[in-house]
């Protein structure tokens, strides 16, 4: 969301690394099982789809940057 010219709200994490994303799934293993989702159903494939998160991020990182 935007509030005004230069006040954004994310709620994600487009600079997520596939580190980070390994260590939710073990940390949060038991708030997943009660999500009825695996962690390999996440880790699988993880980074192919990192992959095609890179130029996202980047253009809405720099996008983001340019308004400041």
């Known amino acids: 969301f935007r509030v005004g010219k230069r006040v954004y709200g994310l709620q994600f994490h487009v600079e997520v690394s596939e580190d980070l994303v390994r260590g939710w799934?073990?940390?949060?293993?038991?708030y997943m099982?009660?999500?009825?989702?695996?962690?390999?159903?996440?880790?699988?494939?993880?980074?192919?789809?990192?992959?095609?998160?890179?130029p996202v991020a980047t253009q809405i990182i720099s996008r983001f940057l340019e308004l400041c």
Do not use: F, M, N, V
Request: glycine letters at 10%; aromatic letters at 4%; a negative charge.
């Open 33 to 54: 099982a009660g999500a009825q989702t695996r962690p390999e159903d996440i880790l699988d494939d993880l980074h192919g789809r990192s992959e095609l998160l890179k």
């Open 25 to 30: 799934t073990g940390e949060y293993c038991d």
